[in-house]
């Protein structure tokens, strides 16, 4: 166990002003008995000599235990930084880690959130809207402490479901909700079982909260105090195209009132100081809607904190080597160097509206694309949920985790089975990227309930690593059937969904392909209007 910073800067301040005092006193008195027995000059030289022999051998001493302080704070540092999780034993097999991955192409291995973590963070989200009616903050963790509440379900038909059923070992740490102001409501919890420590939001659920939602204005990261990003705003040679800034009622509601600070207060002080286990837990931030983009900024926020040199404008070649230095203010006001680091920081959220400029999402792509990212960001999007979508001119960042749930429809008339319809009523060719729409909209058939999960890379894609974006329209299908988008978008909706998957989740990335690779199949996947072209001859009449 390294012994914390704090305690040893302690025990370093006590010993030197041990040495002062001895110096101190022994001039003292050595001054006293000269006077006392008038004691001649060669005994005052001898006097001086010993006092100067004294006072190297207390500069020794002292300079020893500064030599031990750093050695402290250095092992300290390094064991910090090292993975706990048992990936790797030591600094120096990270370092060696690094060496062998010299590109920064995504690394698959343990990268794609498991559907059991996607279901609890749901599960979550869907809990702390519970208590947006509670008068007493107290009272939250008591009544999931004391399983004094229920999980309604998805079907009106089904009662809800007891809480200790839903989650048999959350604990709750610390409940927040600003009546008053931005209306924020946040809850701190863990699990055992799922070796998480979450940060919860809730998302837009009054008038309050749908007034934060709609300030549109585009405001700078953070509190321009301690939460700020790179590029400084403030210098002289950053243009405003290259600052960071997000919608300014998702960022209020992270960073007014210093609830940031709570935040990261909260989970440092439960990471020091209890005793089951939090230190080494997975750090998840999650939420729904509003509170999905809270969870964003949360996850910055807390990647900044734990590992700034990995949001730095150059990339470090030793990440986990970098941590925040000892004398940042921060270190000290957050006892930073008191827990073990966690290595990465996950968001996995639901219905997640845009959020920032094109600096924003250039600078999630560039962090999240390094080998050693220590911020990870799912926004799962459900069907065509209308506020994913929202609002317009503003940008998405972090990998979009595309899943419906639809008809699969069949048909035993040759006719249709081979595409020979004789009058173009309906588009029955739906594009290759989007599987979650029927084949043959609007005529009978079998129905099978068929799940489809696909992650689209950085949202819109990277052709260099061979990644597609979400398709063309994605952003407006939802306004064709606008009461069905909207329905899309509840948390219960998401739950059920989750819940109920049997089918095949994700394990890579869409990817691209030449744009006529589809032409001997029946698809129109190169242009949106007929005429249709990724086949030979006409499908129908034209």
Same mark, same amino acid.
């Given at each position: 166990?390294? =012994? ?46 010993? %006092? ?6 207390? @500069? ?76 007493e903050d107290g009272t939250v963790c008591q009544r999931i402490q004391a399983g004094n509440y229920t999980l309604p379900n998805d079907d009106a038909g089904q009662p809800p479901t007891p809480g200790p059923e839903v989650f048999p070992d959350l604990r709750c740490h610390w409940y927040y909700h600003d009546r008053e102001s931005q209306g924020t409501q946040v809850m701190i919890v863990s699990s055992a079982q799922r070796n998480h420590l979450t940060v919860v939001f809730a998302g837009t659920d009054d008038v309050q909260t749908s007034l934060v939602d709609s300030d549109v204005r585009w405001e700078v990261f953070g509190d321009d105090t301690h939460w700020k990003l790179p590029p ?57 809607? =509003? ?40 270190? %000290? ?39 050693? @990212? ?101 952003? +407006?299908?939802?306004?064709? %059937? ?13 739950? +059920?969904? =989750? ?5 095949? %989740? ?32 006409? =499908?129908?009449?034209?």
């Amino acid at each position: 166990m390294p =012994l914390p910073l704090p305690s040893s800067c302690f025990i370093l301040v006590i010993l030197i002003i041990f040495t002062l005092h001895h110096i101190c006193m022994y001039t003292k008195g050595t001054n006293r008995r000269m006077k006392k027995d008038k004691t001649t000059i060669n005994d005052k030289k001898n006097v001086k000599r010993q %006092w100067k022999r004294l006072l190297r051998w207390y @500069s020794g001493l002292a300079a020893s235990f500064l030599v031990l302080f750093f050695g402290i704070w250095t092992w300290n540092h390094y064991n910090n930084n090292d993975n706990h999780d048992g990936h790797e034993n030591n600094a120096f097999a990270t370092l060696l880690r690094n060496r062998a991955h010299p590109t920064s192409r995504v690394k698959q291995t343990n990268y794609f959130p498991a559907l059991e973590d996607a279901q609890e963070m749901a599960r979550l989200s869907l809990l702390v809207y519970l208590f947006r009616h509670e008068t007493e903050d107290g009272t939250v963790c008591q009544r999931i402490q004391a399983g004094n509440y229920t999980l309604p379900n998805d079907d009106a038909g089904q009662p809800p479901t007891p809480g200790p059923e839903v989650f048999p070992d959350l604990r709750c740490h610390w409940y927040y909700h600003d009546r008053e102001s931005q209306g924020t409501q946040v809850m701190i919890v863990s699990s055992a079982q799922r070796n998480h420590l979450t940060v919860v939001f809730a998302g837009t659920d009054d008038v309050q909260t749908s007034l934060v939602d709609s300030d549109v204005r585009w405001e700078v990261f953070g509190d321009d105090t301690h939460w700020k990003l790179p590029p400084d705003s403030d210098a002289d040679d950053t243009s405003d195209a290259d600052v960071v800034k997000v919608h300014a009622g998702f960022d209020h509601a992270v960073f007014a009132n210093d609830l940031m600070d709570q935040i990261v207060h909260t989970l440092e002080h439960l990471r020091k100081h209890d005793k089951k286990g939090l230190g080494r837990r997975r750090i998840y931030c999650t939420g729904h809607s =509003l509170g999905a983009a809270a969870a964003v900024l949360t996850t910055i926020a807390l990647t900044d904190y734990y590992h700034p040199a990995s949001l730095a404008e150059t990339a470090p070649t030793e990440t986990l080597l970098v941590g925040r230095p000892w004398w940042d203010p921060r270190s %000290w006001r957050y006892h930073h160097n008191d827990a073990p680091k966690p290595d990465v920081i996950t968001t996995i959220n639901f219905g997640c509206p845009r959020m920032g400029n094109m600096a924003y999402r250039n600078f999630m792509a560039s962090r999240q694309e390094r080998v050693d @990212s220590r911020m990870h960001v799912w926004r799962i999007v459900l069907g065509w949920d209308l506020v994913p979508r929202l609002p317009d001119f503003f940008q998405h960042a972090g990998h979009t985790l595309q899943i419906s749930v639809e008809d699969e429809k069949t048909t035993t008339d040759p006719k249709l089975a081979n595409h020979e319809v004789g009058q173009p009523q309906q588009e029955l060719i739906p594009r290759q990227e989007d599987p979650s729409r029927t084949l043959f909209p609007g005529w009978a058939g079998e129905t099978n309930k068929t799940r489809v999960a696909l992650a689209y890379y950085q949202h819109y894609g990277n052709e260099t690593l061979g990644y597609a974006g979400v398709p063309v329209g994605w952003g +407006s299908r939802p306004y064709i %059937w606008v009461p069905g988008a909207l329905m899309s978008h509840h948390i219960q909706r998401y739950r +059920s969904v =989750l819940e109920e998957w049997t089918d095949d %989740w994700v394990q890579d990335f869409v990817r691209l392909e030449p744009i006529d690779s589809d032409d001997a199949t029946t698809t129109d996947d190169d242009y949106d209007t007929p005429p249709f072209d990724d086949f030979p001859g006409p =499908l129908v009449d034209h």
